[in-house]
């Protein structure tokens, strides 16, 4: 699987849109981008996937370079109950399990 | 639609006594996944089952557990003789497929605590 290197933390004013960006330079051509996230003490939640084009749906939109070396994910209005880590994860095979790496610590202020 | 199902959300066990913990996939998915959390880490993959057959194994422990996904019912993730280090949150996830156009649909959890 392709690594990904995404920001250790970030901060979102309630209402703002957060953009979360994710690096994933030695992505492969059937490689797709997979984002989750956790809130403390549930489980991962499924957002969005994608693997050349922009996707959106009911939760966020996933934006994905051309060179798909990096991809963000937008939230237009975030919620408080959007605070969450967040994982960018790529995906490849038949079966492959999702590798998580440290994911990115979103707090939404107030 | 009923989600990710698993149970219980918490088991205590003493050291040396086994815990089962228990996983309903969402419905029209037959392909399951279990990961384990430890406390202020990612989650690990552990295995990956399609009915009634184990397709990879590589993150379990080769001593200790077991798991399987029997043609009815839930899957069961098995921990015989549990240490103290076997403390974390198990979760398991489905699929309707195994490819990776596929997304993972997580449970909540079931915390194991040992004594």
Same mark, same amino acid.
């Given at each position: ?7 250790? #933390? ?14 994933? #330079? ?13 809130? $403390? ?7 969005? $996937?994608?693997?050349? !084009?922009?996707?959106? !749906? ?48 979103? #707090?939404?202020?107030? | 639609? @009923? ?15 086994? /815990? ?68 974390? /949150?198990?979760?398991? @996830? ?22």
């Amino acid at each position: 699987d392709a690594k990904t290197t995404q920001p250790t #933390s970030m901060d979102c004013a309630e209402g703002r849109a957060a953009n979360l960006p994710c690096n994933h #330079s030695t992505i492969s051509g059937n490689e797709y981008v997979y984002w989750y996230r956790q809130i $403390h003490s549930q489980g991962p939640q499924y957002i969005i $996937h994608g693997l050349k !084009n922009n996707e959106t !749906n009911e939760m966020a939109s996933l934006i994905i370079t051309e060179d798909r070396k990096s991809s963000t994910l937008i939230l237009p209005h975030a919620t408080l109950r959007d605070t969450a880590v967040y994982y960018c994860i790529v995906r490849v095979d038949y079966g492959q399990n999702f590798v998580f790496g440290p994911g990115t610590r979103l #707090s939404v202020l107030p | 639609n @009923a989600g990710v199902m698993q149970n219980p959300r918490h088991l205590v066990r003493r050291r040396g006594q086994e /815990a089962r913990l228990r996983c309903s996939p969402m419905k029209g998915h037959s392909h399951v996944y279990w990961y384990r959390q430890l406390p202020e880490e990612g989650l690990k993959f552990m295995v990956y089952l399609q009915k009634e057959n184990i397709i990879d194994e590589s993150g379990m422990p080769k001593e200790r557990f077991s798991a399987e996904f029997p043609k009815e019912g839930p899957s069961i993730l098995r921990i015989q003789q549990v240490v103290r280090g076997d403390s974390a /949150a198990y979760f398991c @996830a489905s699929s309707r497929a195994g490819n990776s156009n596929q997304p993972q649909h997580f449970g909540d959890g079931t915390r194991l605590s040992i004594l």
